[in-house]
């Protein structure tokens, strides 16, 4: 049974930083594509980021490149987002998903298209 479990959620002032975690659970993760949505209140759940099995190929939503990086560290089964300079309306749950293929495909900003998902985090930024 495949788990996913985010951290490093919390409370953050506009400008500011954060890191997310996903520690994966279950099944080789290297051998599947990583990705992060979000969901803010009253919206559709929406794509921010995926990386494939090897870490060298990835994509961003539009809203948050040149911010945001993905990376992932296979020996630890971990998958990161790290969030710069953060806005208001980076305000969502934010949830790492595994995607049912190894390599980064045509619809990876389907989040149907993720085999399993974790619970979700809250990430809020003051302004």
């Known amino acids: 049974q495949v788990q996913l479990e985010e951290s490093g959620g919390g409370l953050v002032q506009a400008g500011g930083s954060l890191r997310l975690s996903c520690a994966a659970s279950?099944?080789?993760?290297?051998?599947?594509?990583m990705g992060w949505f979000r969901q803010a209140p009253g919206k559709e759940r929406e794509f921010v980021a995926v990386?494939?099995?090897?870490?060298?190929?990835?994509s961003y939503a539009d809203s948050v490149k040149g911010r945001f990086t993905i990376s992932r560290d296979n020996a630890k089964n971990t998958v990161y987002v790290q969030m710069n300079n953060l806005k208001p309306e980076d305000t969502a749950v934010y949830y790492c998903?595994?995607?049912?293929?190894?390599?980064?495909?045509?619809?990876?900003?389907?989040?149907?298209?993720?085999?399993?998902w974790g619970q979700g985090i809250q990430v809020t930024v003051s302004s």
């Open positions: 990386i494939n099995w090897s870490g060298d190929s990835v």
């Open positions: 279950g099944r080789t993760f290297s051998n599947y594509a």
């Open positions: 998903a595994q995607s049912r293929l190894s390599y980064i495909g045509s619809y990876y900003n389907q989040w149907a298209k993720y085999a399993y």
